[in-house]
């Protein structure tokens, strides 16, 4: 298994923002996901595997990396505001999502899902480019990471 990864992520409870049961879910699934399968290289910093926490703090989103060993990697601090519209409308189509699962037809599930998940990539895609310079990643991490800063979106 590649040291270029994440082998412990952790989510900073004061900046959770309170979940429904499925947004409690998606956040079990995208963490175990992201955990079984991952790429994550720190440019110009050591290998891995490494450990994140992901908070808001001064409506900033903060990655703070470390080695397993608890020692310092980089802290990498984005702003929140290129993310507040896509992360806004994506928790709209999941309501819509929710809901329709419980009563809509197939067909307009998948229409609703086909957004979810247009808007959800739109999310990675801003992800991958805020992080350029500063960290390799996949688009699956990319993915996975978003969900994880979604569940921090109260604060936002």
Known sequence: MSNRRIADVRLDEESL??????????????????????HFDVIDG?????SLVLSVVDQKL????????????????LSLSPFKRVIKDYFM????????IRQATP?????IDMGRRGLHNEG?????TRLEGKVGLDFDTARRL??????LHVRL
């Open 124 to 128: 990675s895609r801003l992800l991958e």
């Open 107 to 111: 067909t307009q599930i998948e229409a």
């Open 17 to 38: 923002a309170a979940q429904t049961a499925d947004g409690e879910h998606e956040r079990r699934v995208a963490i175990f996901d992201l955990l079984e399968a991952n």
């Open 46 to 50: 050591p290998d891995g595997p490494y």
């Open 146 to 151: 978003f969900t994880l800063i979604c569940a």
């Open 93 to 100: 189509i999941c309501e819509s999502y929710h809901q329709a």
């Open 62 to 77: 903060v990655f703070d990396v470390k080695l397993l060993d608890g020692s310092d990697v980089r802290v990498f601090i």
